[in-house]
């Protein structure tokens, strides 16, 4: 360091005896926690030389889950899983539940062969049920979807959904679906919606229905997070929270760029990690979670942005006359674009529960989402098996739900859902139930809280070929990239399959391993899932399987 160099080294880093390599992980979400447990369990590295940073208090990212009974419990979103995670499921083989009964894995395929998703109500209107409603496409707009499916994504470049498709289009029960399902809006990128077409292909048969999709037994914090925290823990991994990565100190040798320096805040102090040769350095850039903010039953949350956290200000700074590492202004520029509002009610009284599977004929756990689609906001909400958190009281029940249009004024409250309380949230949403008559009492006993969330769709925001890293930058040698925003084709963002694939490709790719994550599963060379695909597009199923009740 020189003389007029702020950063000091830092003294948990700078001068320990040491014989291998070590690593060091930005972020402390899913991305690196799956990263750490692969360089441990197929890289053969002692989990005391890795180090895990996060600006926070709190591991897991946007896998996240607290509160209490009390103060009422969040989310801030719920991630549904799929038999073809495949990267999920291998990384979770390894891990043992916190009771240490069986694998994570284990324990989530015998959860889902229970409670197996099957939605009685995937729509709602009306104070009607929609069984299995047909997805009401006609010829061409089914045309329009395999010609999307097979245009390549050069030819799509920074193309939106809207541009591929009629206005008809966007007022089919299978866009409904389809948008408040993985949250698309018309004006999201082409090339994310054609890989998710592709990449759910075998999940279309049973769309209307959530058929296939797969949840945890609890929210996916104490599922997931805590037994993968846990693992990494008893192996000695290190966690250095509150500490927020400013830059890295790049270094160019032989024409490689090397990371040679990770510079750190924290404690009120400023200080640099040194990167020595055999160290490796994997960076989360971006969060689609970060600036988020809770509200409560009686305040509605503030809208944030990009500078209120560590992750976009890092990727700013690296990409800066740095094309290899990406181009973050195109996830961040638009954020009425990007954002959406979710809540997460807590009841002390489970009455409106038997309510809402009297109106579905789901019960909790069992129908997935449910959809207003009379909704100004496109709101919806989701059952979740109780308890939802570990350690809930039998006698509180939780559910959480979300709207997509959050700037648009409310159908029983005259507001923006943006600029609503958990209140009058709960309000709007008791409305499309039809149980308006009821709010005063259901309400008395609720504890709803949103949360905005102002990148929480960023990665679905239009984008040309390169506004993504690659998980290894052209040109670099001990840096990947991890997380939701580096690029890997085939694969689709906001999954945690995406984070999880992202850290096992990293970590084979800078150790040099000869092996390479599990193929992502393309079910459209299957001529069964195409198949069904084509019955389901057609609405040619059986009469009894559509309807209304």
């Given at each position: 360091m020189t003389a007029t160099d702020p950063f000091q080294d830092d003294p948990d880093t700078a001068s320990v005896p040491r014989d291998e390599g070590r690593a060091f992980?930005?972020?402390?979400?899913?991305?690196?926690?799956?990263?750490?447990?692969?360089?441990?369990?197929?890289?053969?590295?002692?989990?005391?030389?890795?180090?895990?940073?996060d600006e926070g208090t709190l591991l897991g990212g946007s896998l996240d889950g607290g509160g209490s009974a009390a103060e009422g419990y969040s989310l801030r979103g719920g991630r549904m899983l799929e038999s073809k995670y495949l990267c999920t499921f291998d990384l979770f083989s390894s891990v043992p539940t916190l009771d240490g009964d069986k694998?994570?894995?284990?324990?989530?395929?015998?959860?889902?062969a229970t409670m197996k998703t099957s939605s009685h109500s995937r729509l709602f209107s009306g104070g009607q049920r929609h069984v299995a409603p047909e997805f009401g496409l006609t010829g061409h707009q089914i045309r329009g979807l395999e010609r999307l499916a097979i245009t390549p994504e050069a030819i799509l470049d920074r193309s939106t959904i809207a541009d591929q498709f009629d206005d008809a289009f966007f007022k089919t029960n299978f866009w409904m679906m389809w948008c408040t399902t993985f949250a698309f809006q018309p004006w999201h990128s082409a090339v994310e919606f054609k890989r998710y077409l592709l990449r759910f292909a075998h999940m279309v048969g049973g769309f209307n229905r959530l058929e296939g999709i797969m949840r945890t037994p609890l929210n996916q914090y104490d599922s997931m997070v805590r037994p993968l925290h846990a693992w990494l823990v008893a192996r000695g991994v290190q966690f250095r929270m509150n500490t927020t990565v400013t830059d890295l100190r790049l270094a160019e040798e032989d024409g490689i760029t090397v990371v040679r320096g990770i510079r750190i805040e924290g404690g009120g102090k400023t200080s640099e990690i040194r990167i020595d040769t055999d160290d490796y350095?994997?960076?989360?850039?971006?969060?689609?979670?970060?600036?988020?903010?809770?509200?409560?039953?009686?305040?509605?949350?503030?809208?944030?942005?990009?500078?209120?956290?560590?992750?976009?200000?890092?990727?700013?700074?690296?990409?800066?006359?740095?094309?290899?590492?990406?181009?973050?202004?195109?996830?961040t520029e638009d954020v009425d674009r990007s954002k959406w509002v979710s809540f997460t009610t807590t009841l002390h009284d489970a009455a409106l529960l038997t309510l809402i599977r009297d109106a579905t004929g789901n019960v909790p756990g069992e129908g997935g989402l449910i959809t207003f689609t009379e909704s100004s906001w496109l709101a919806s909400i989701v059952i979740p098996s109780q308890p939802h958190f570990l350690g809930q009281p039998d006698d509180v029940a939780v559910f959480w739900g979300y709207g997509l249009s959050v700037d648009a004024i409310g159908d029983f409250v005259r507001k923006p859902m943006s600029d609503c309380t958990g209140r009058e949230i709960m309000t709007e949403i008791l409305g499309h139930l039809g149980l308006s008559a009821k709010a005063?009492?259901?309400?008395?006993?609720?504890?709803?809280?949103?949360?905005?969330?102002?990148?929480?769709?960023?990665?679905?925001?239009?984008?040309?070929?390169?506004?993504?890293?690659?998980?290894?930058?052209?040109?670099?040698?001990n840096l990947a990239i991890i997380g939701q925003y580096c690029e890997m084709p085939d694969d689709c963002v906001f999954t945690v399959e995406y984070s999880v694939r992202s850290a096992q490709t990293a970590v084979y790719g800078l150790l040099g391993l000869r092996r390479s994550p599990p193929a992502v599963y393309k079910g459209v060379f299957d001529p069964r899932v195409l198949f069904r695909a084509f019955v389901a597009l057609h609405d040619l199923a059986t009469i009894g399987d559509h309807g209304t009740s």
């Amino acid at each position: 360091m020189t003389a007029t160099d702020p950063f000091q080294d830092d003294p948990d880093t700078a001068s320990v005896p040491r014989d291998e390599g070590r690593a060091f992980l930005v972020g402390g979400g899913i991305a690196s926690l799956a990263a750490a447990l692969f360089l441990i369990r197929d890289g053969d590295m002692r989990g005391t030389d890795i180090t895990i940073i996060d600006e926070g208090t709190l591991l897991g990212g946007s896998l996240d889950g607290g509160g209490s009974a009390a103060e009422g419990y969040s989310l801030r979103g719920g991630r549904m899983l799929e038999s073809k995670y495949l990267c999920t499921f291998d990384l979770f083989s390894s891990v043992p539940t916190l009771d240490g009964d069986k694998t994570v894995t284990k324990e989530i395929f015998d959860w889902n062969a229970t409670m197996k998703t099957s939605s009685h109500s995937r729509l709602f209107s009306g104070g009607q049920r929609h069984v299995a409603p047909e997805f009401g496409l006609t010829g061409h707009q089914i045309r329009g979807l395999e010609r999307l499916a097979i245009t390549p994504e050069a030819i799509l470049d920074r193309s939106t959904i809207a541009d591929q498709f009629d206005d008809a289009f966007f007022k089919t029960n299978f866009w409904m679906m389809w948008c408040t399902t993985f949250a698309f809006q018309p004006w999201h990128s082409a090339v994310e919606f054609k890989r998710y077409l592709l990449r759910f292909a075998h999940m279309v048969g049973g769309f209307n229905r959530l058929e296939g999709i797969m949840r945890t037994p609890l929210n996916q914090y104490d599922s997931m997070v805590r037994p993968l925290h846990a693992w990494l823990v008893a192996r000695g991994v290190q966690f250095r929270m509150n500490t927020t990565v400013t830059d890295l100190r790049l270094a160019e040798e032989d024409g490689i760029t090397v990371v040679r320096g990770i510079r750190i805040e924290g404690g009120g102090k400023t200080s640099e990690i040194r990167i020595d040769t055999d160290d490796y350095v994997m960076l989360t850039l971006g969060s689609m979670t970060e600036g988020s903010s809770l509200g409560s039953m009686d305040a509605p949350p503030e809208l944030h942005g990009a500078g209120m956290g560590g992750a976009w200000k890092l990727w700013a700074r690296l990409a800066k006359d740095r094309p290899e590492f990406g181009q973050p202004a195109a996830f961040t520029e638009d954020v009425d674009r990007s954002k959406w509002v979710s809540f997460t009610t807590t009841l002390h009284d489970a009455a409106l529960l038997t309510l809402i599977r009297d109106a579905t004929g789901n019960v909790p756990g069992e129908g997935g989402l449910i959809t207003f689609t009379e909704s100004s906001w496109l709101a919806s909400i989701v059952i979740p098996s109780q308890p939802h958190f570990l350690g809930q009281p039998d006698d509180v029940a939780v559910f959480w739900g979300y709207g997509l249009s959050v700037d648009a004024i409310g159908d029983f409250v005259r507001k923006p859902m943006s600029d609503c309380t958990g209140r009058e949230i709960m309000t709007e949403i008791l409305g499309h139930l039809g149980l308006s008559a009821k709010a005063e009492a259901i309400l008395a006993s609720a504890i709803c809280i949103p949360c905005m969330m102002p990148f929480i769709t960023s990665q679905f925001m239009p984008r040309r070929h390169g506004d993504r890293s690659d998980v290894i930058p052209a040109g670099t040698a001990n840096l990947a990239i991890i997380g939701q925003y580096c690029e890997m084709p085939d694969d689709c963002v906001f999954t945690v399959e995406y984070s999880v694939r992202s850290a096992q490709t990293a970590v084979y790719g800078l150790l040099g391993l000869r092996r390479s994550p599990p193929a992502v599963y393309k079910g459209v060379f299957d001529p069964r899932v195409l198949f069904r695909a084509f019955v389901a597009l057609h609405d040619l199923a059986t009469i009894g399987d559509h309807g209304t009740s």
